[in-house]
Nanobody, 121 residues
């Protein structure tokens, strides 16, 4: 079984910064893709950013230049540094791990439980 544990959400004023962390644990051999999605009230879940094990990165247009995703493969951890936060960034942020290779060479997709980020004055 593979688990993702997120941390770092909270309340921040517009223009402020937060750093999210997500650590994978359990029994697996490798994780190809790790990333962050978010879901605002009344909206669909959307991709924020993701990063492959080789370091290829993808950002949503709405966060380019403000958010930075990084990954520590040795710790199976992905980070999201969020700067210049705006009220429209308010959402539940979910960590995602895709192409997780487990016993029997099965591949899984795993989601974290979500962490709330609120940007408000």
């Amino acid at each position: 079984q593979v688990q993702l544990v997120e941390s770092g959400g909270g309340l921040v004023q517009p223009g402020g910064s937060l750093r999210l962390s997500c650590a994978a644990s359990g029994s697996f051999f490798s994780i190809y893709l790790m990333g962050w999605h978010r879901q605002a009230p009344g909206k669909q879940r959307e991709l924020v950013a993701d990063i492959t094990s080789g370091g290829s990165i993808n950002y949503a247009d709405s966060v380019k230049g403000r958010f930075t995703i990084s990954r520590d493969n040795a710790k199976n951890t992905v980070y999201l540094q969020m700067n210049n936060l705006k009220p429209e960034d308010t959402a539940v942020y979910y960590c995602n791990a895709d192409n997780v290779v487990v016993a029997g060479f099965r591949r899984l997709e795993v989601w974290g439980q979500g962490t709330l980020v609120t940007v408000s004055s």
